[in-house]
């Protein structure tokens, strides 16, 4: 009776994270926050963890994504898996070993893949339907403000980076929009799959390069970075760490604040300088092993529970969510101006979990605003 309980919320689980990535990847549109969704993941992590269990369909095992039927499906010469995930500097030290690492920022965007041959743009690729279809679009790529169209290499690579838009930018813009967008990511997201160029030309897009998916003979991923430099493209902020350990980690990480970069970011990545090292790894489905990502850390609000909303999704689960006396979002601070003001709700999942919190109308309840969770 147990395991089909647990096999049950599974279930829920997938549900809520499909329908979160149909939103997110194919909509534009996210219905819960990064935060939100990692907790949904780190759940049924979890319980794949205790039950032994792991469904075909699930998420843990394969990288989101979907496409529009407008846009020309294409096929990924490399699986464009994400990064595993942690929210401790400590798990830094521990997967640098010892060994030279690069630390920079981890782009809050569009994810693209540039393909070039004789020196000149041939296409460009989002992430797509798990990592492995993406769409092309290259006719709005094309109208990015610093996408280089012609390259001094003339032998055929591609390039992966973020499509994005600054936070000046973003302002600018959402002033003149009559739907303002409630983050850069979704307003990169939506401009980059526009079928009109000229449209996509107006939102000021930039593309920021942080790997390149090509095996050229580079042994270390700085000169990866150099290469891509040196052909015209801006290289995302990196810092390499020849003896990474605890102090120079935690000292690294610690002067990488959010609120002075010029562009939206949702953590840090850490990856091996030695590119041979790094690919002996292996990968999962769902990510590479020779990079690990650092997520921000929650803040805790406390405020009012006030009751539940009940909605019935798509796939006929019963979702519910938690209503509270709002409280300030001091995360979405960002650049001189705030993204979204107050938080006044959050998504509890499905029965199970909002009966585990016992919630009643008047209790004091913890708020972790970016994630949007709750806890007494």
């Known amino acids: 009776m147990i395991a089909e309980e647990k096999a049950s919320q599974m279930k829920d689980l997938?549900?809520?994270?499909?329908?979160?990535?149909?939103?997110?990847?194919?909509?534009?549109?996210?219905?819960?926050?990064?935060?939100?969704?990692?907790?949904?993941?780190?759940?049924?992590?979890?319980?794949?963890?205790?039950?032994?269990?792991?469904?075909?369909?699930?998420?843990?095992?394969?990288?989101p994504g979907d496409i529009l039927a407008e846009l020309t499906p294409v096929r990924h010469t490399r699986p464009m898996l994400s990064a595993d995930k942690t929210k401790s500097v400590d798990d830094l030290v521990r997967f640098a070993g010892g060994r030279e690492v690069l630390l920079s920022w981890k782009m809050d965007g569009l994810t693209l893949v540039?393909?070039?041959?004789?020196?000149?743009?041939?296409?460009?690729?989002?992430?797509?339907?798990?990592?492995?279809?993406?769409?092309?679009?290259?006719?709005?790529?094309?109208?990015?403000?610093?996408?280089?169209?012609?390259?001094?290499?003339?032998?055929?690579?591609?390039?992966?980076?973020?499509?994005?838009?600054?936070?000046?930018?973003?302002?600018?813009?959402?002033?003149?929009?009559e739907e303002p967008y409630t983050h850069p990511r979704n307003l990169?997201?939506?401009?980059?799959?526009?079928?009109?160029?000229?449209?996509?030309?107006?939102?000021?897009?930039?593309?920021?390069?942080?790997d390149l998916v090509t095996e050229l003979p580079f042994p270390t991923k700085m000169e990866q970075l150099d290469f891509l430099t040196n052909n015209g493209f801006e290289v995302v902020p990196h810092t390499l760490l020849t003896t990474p350990d605890s102090r120079t980690i935690n000292a690294a990480t610690g002067n990488n604040d959010p609120a002075n970069f010029p562009f939206p970011v949702d953590g840090l990545i850490m990856e091996y300088n030695d590119v041979a090292y790094g690919k002996s790894l292996g990968a999962t489905g769902h990510h590479e092993n020779r990079l690990i990502a650092l997520k921000w850390k929650d803040e805790l609000f406390e405020t009012k529970f006030l009751g539940v909303e009940l909605a019935t999704t798509r796939t006929g689960m019963v979702s519910i969510t938690g209503l509270f006396e709002p409280v300030e979002d001091g995360q979405t601070l960002k650049q001189g101006?705030?993204?979204?003001?107050?938080?006044?709700?959050?998504?509890?999942?499905?029965?199970?979990?909002?009966?585990?919190?016992?919630?009643?109308?008047?209790?004091?309840?913890?708020?972790?605003?970016?994630?949007?969770?709750?806890?007494m």
């Open 14 to 63: 997938i549900a809520a994270i499909k329908q979160a990535d149909t939103a997110y990847y194919r909509d534009d549109a996210p219905i819960m926050t990064d935060r939100e969704y990692d907790k949904l993941v780190d759940e049924l992590r979890e319980l794949e963890a205790e039950t032994g269990l792991v469904l075909s369909n699930s998420p843990t095992q394969t990288v």
């Open 114 to 177: 540039l393909r070039y041959d004789g020196g000149e743009l041939q296409q460009a690729i989002t992430r797509g339907r798990e990592g492995i279809i993406g769409e092309d679009v290259t006719h709005t790529v094309r109208t990015f403000l610093n996408v280089p169209l012609t390259v001094p290499a003339t032998e055929p690579f591609e390039v992966r980076g973020e499509g994005v838009i600054s936070w000046d930018n973003f302002k600018r813009i959402n002033a003149n929009l």
């Open 188 to 210: 990169a997201a939506g401009s980059v799959r526009k079928l009109d160029p000229a449209e996509s030309k107006k939102r000021m897009l930039m593309f920021i390069a942080f």
């Open 337 to 375: 101006f705030n993204v979204s003001a107050t938080v006044s709700r959050a998504y509890l999942h499905n029965l199970d979990i909002f009966d585990s919190f016992q919630f009643g109308v008047g209790d004091t309840i913890q708020v972790c605003t970016g994630i949007n969770s709750l806890s």
